[in-house]
Nanobody, 120 residues
Framework: EVHLEESGGGLVQPGDSLRLSCVVS????????VSWARQAPGKGLQWLTTIYSDGTVSRSDFLMGRFEMSRDTGKNTVYLRMNSLESEDTGVYYCATGTARTLLAGEGYRGQGTQVTVSS
């Protein structure tokens, strides 16, 4: 059974950095694609970035390079490093199997999410 579990969220101030983790079980990152997405209060799910089985990464242009996705295949864990956080980054952050298309279509597997709140 595939399971994803996010952690690392919390309350931070504008300008701070934060690293989220997502432990993946039931599949291996060497052969899988995993994405990060978020949902701001009152808004829909928004795709952020994807790491493919070969390790290449794609990301949303609007992030302006502030967020970086990486992985540790030995730990079967993916990460989302977020820098220069803004209040607009507040939301629940999810990791999920698949690409932006499958994630937004509700396909594949998704974790329960971790809350990130950016506030002074």
């Amino acid at each position: 059974e595939v399971h994803l579990e996010e952690s690392g969220g919390g309350l931070v101030q504008p300008g701070d950095s934060l690293r989220l983790s997502c432990v993946v079980s039931g599949l291996t990152l060497y052969t899988s694609t995993v994405s990060w997405a978020r949902q701001a209060p009152g808004k829909g799910l928004q795709w952020l970035t994807t790491i493919y089985s070969d390790g290449t990464v794609s990301r949303s242009d609007f992030l302006m390079g502030r967020f970086e996705m990486s992985r540790d295949t030995g730990k079967n864990t993916v990460y989302l490093r977020m820098n220069s956080l803004e209040s607009e980054d507040t939301g629940v952050y999810y990791c999920a199997t698949g690409t932006a298309r499958t994630l937004l279509a509700g396909e594949g597997y998704r974790g329960q999410g971790t809350q990130v709140t950016v506030s002074s």
